[in-house]
């Protein structure tokens, strides 16, 4: 009996395990199979840059660069931003506050991507479209301000777990040698936790380039590229916003739906190739250490 | 330029980025909470939906989202422990642990959307179970698989060895090792990582727009592939009506209904982590 439960309980746990597995690898061998008609019959022409089903056009280059501009700009918004909040809520404000400033901004960050497209239609699309004297307010800009806001709560709480853990007697030393917190930071803090800031500001950008539902609302779903290509404050088009408007359209099986698969597969090797990669980074650091 | 007049612009650019930061933050929830709370009504949270969801309330919406999360994390849980206990008691070598945890943070990075077109393609189309929220239920458990592993393999992992070594040497078998001593740690550490999952997954819209909801003239699924209609998919829905004042109107109500549910599981996700962090071996 006892032999018969031995088994029993170690095939339970095989059993889940190869299944999560199996699981995984699915997601990505049917998402390749199901693109490969697309690679096959359009090839590079992938990486043009007219989108028409009509004519069996299907280039995909407006939404990378779509996606691209608006998550550089939510980077290059939230990484400062981000950042030097951390050192306020890390060096600054007395200890017994962190926490619970802590707790308020990992809330924040769990609130869900299609409220913040309805806080993006009703306040900012509005705002960008009166700040610039635009007749639609739903622009690359205002979704990168979004994506920014968004994934400001995973960059100043990473950040300053990054600073928060390194050991006071760094700053003691610094500080005993006349240096102002300015310099504290800058010679003694920074370079002990820049990398691990890198693997936060990584983690973020692979949320950026995933999310889906607020940039879609927001960013004008128009497959263009601008023209000069840095006039962020005309409508565009992301990866994943034409995802989630035309696969529900696209019929399934046909040539149309392979090519949606293929830009889908494409984006999904890059959220992957970061994802490792940031993996592969953080256990070489813990090594280190 | 001097060392004092740096040193005051740095202190100068922290106050100004945190003053935003923190101004983005507040406006935020008070936005939320001020917009919802004019919506909020007991027969708001009560009715059905009426008119393209402009009109009614939303009490379908709450049903199927609370069913879509249930039923994820009935699927996922004891695959989650089942894979946490494997990965933690059995698996000994380094090479396969190391794929595993590729696979598992590879799984976790997977866009939403992506989670959506694979369940169209497999659920819907593949095995042919059509637009349901039980297909919504499957694939919101796979989203949330990753966390419940993590979070339980660690609780698991801070067992130290010796209470292993004492169970196995009782002379009790590996399996009722793992029964006595793992699988209550593992039990509390998954439900830890549930919790947080779950936060995630009710708020989900991509993942499950194409796979489990319909959008009007939904009420409770009489079978398991029925499709039911979400608090998510309804906000975006009306979100795209946002001219009308009032389906605006619901989905700031909407949108309060489901920042509170999301906040009950992070909120008791937060406490029972820092519950469960005071335990000392």
Do not use: C
Not at chain 1, 180 to 197: C, F, G
Not at chain 2, 68 to 87: C, E, Q, R
């Amino acid at each position: 009996m006892l032999a018969f439960q031995n088994k029993i309980g170690k095939g339970y746990v095989i059993a889940s395990t190869y299944v999560s597995i199996a699981i995984t690898l699915l997601i990505f061998i049917i998402l390749f199979w199901y693109s490969f008609e697309a690679f096959k019959e359009i090839g590079w022409d992938l990486f043009t840059r007219n989108w028409n089903p009509a004519t069996e056009e299907y280039g995909m280059l407006s939404m990378l660069y779509g996606t691209l501009m608006v998550t550089g700009i939510a980077l290059l918004i939230a990484v400062p931003v981000g950042i030097l909040t951390a050192i306020f809520t890390s060096e600054i404000i007395p200890k017994q506050y962190r926490l619970y400033i802590k707790s308020a901004i990992e809330l924040l960050a769990g609130i869900p991507s299609i409220i913040y497209g309805l806080i993006g239609i009703a306040f900012f699309s509005t705002w960008i479209s009166s700040w610039f004297d635009l007749a639609s307010g739903r622009t690359l800009l205002t979704a990168g301000f979004l994506l920014a806001i968004m994934i400001l709560p995973t960059i100043i709480t990473l950040s300053d777990d990054a600073f928060f853990n390194i050991p006071k007697k760094y700053r003691e030393a610094s500080k005993g040698l006349g240096l102002y917190t300015y310099e504290v930071l800058q010679k003694t803090i920074w370079p002990l936790a820049k990398k691990n800031i890198a693997g936060a500001v990584l983690l973020a950008l692979g949320r950026a380039l995933g999310e889906t539902m607020a940039v879609m609302l927001l960013v004008g779903s128009i497959d263009k590229i601008p023209d000069p290509f840095y006039q962020v404050t005309s409508p565009g088009q992301t990866i994943t916003s034409k995802l989630g408007r035309e696969v529900g359209e696209s019929a399934f099986g046909s040539l149309h739906f392979s090519a949606l698969n293929a830009i889908g597969f494409l984006l999904l090797l890059l959220v992957i190739t970061l994802t490792i990669f940031t993996q592969i980074y953080f256990r070489k650091k813990q090594e280190v250490l | 330029m001097s060392r004092k007049l740096k040193n005051n612009l740095f202190k100068g650019s922290i106050y100004t980025a945190s003053f935003l930061s923190i101004a983005m933050l507040l406006f935020l929830i008070s936005t939320l909470i001020g917009k919802g709370v004019s919506a909020m009504s007991w027969e708001f949270l009560t009715s059905e939906s009426s008119d393209f969801g402009s009109k009614g309330g939303i009490f379908y919406q709450i049903i199927g989202s609370l069913l879509l999360t249930l039923s994820a994390a009935i699927i996922s849980f004891p695959l989650a422990l089942g894979m946490a206990i494997y990965k933690s008691e059995y698996i000994r070598k380094n090479a396969f642990q190391n794929i595993t945890n590729t696979l598992i943070y590879s799984l976790n990075g997977i866009p939403s959307i992506i989670f959506g077109i694979f369940g169209l393609i497999f659920f819907v189309n593949i095995l042919n179970m059509g637009i349901s929220w039980f297909v919504g239920g499957i694939i919101l458990a796979i989203m949330i698989l990753p966390t419940i592993i993590l979070s339980s393999y660690q609780s698991i992992n801070s067992i130290p060895v010796s209470y292993r070594e004492n169970a196995a040497s009782l002379g009790l078998t590996k399996w009722q090792v793992i029964h006595t001593t793992i699988i209550p740690r593992a039990i509390n550490g998954g439900f830890t990582g549930l919790l947080i999952g779950l936060a995630r997954a009710i708020g989900e819209t991509a993942p499950i727009m194409f796979i489990a909801t319909a959008f009007s003239g939904v009420t409770f699924p009489n079978s398991f592939l029925e499709p039911v209609s979400s608090l998510p998919t309804h906000i975006l829905a009306l979100a795209q009506q946002a001219t009308n004042p009032q389906a605006l109107q619901n989905a700031w109500g909407s949108s309060l209904v489901l920042i509170i549910l999301v906040f009950i599981f992070s909120i008791s996700a937060l406490v029972r982590r820092v519950q469960y962090s005071k335990i000392k071996y």
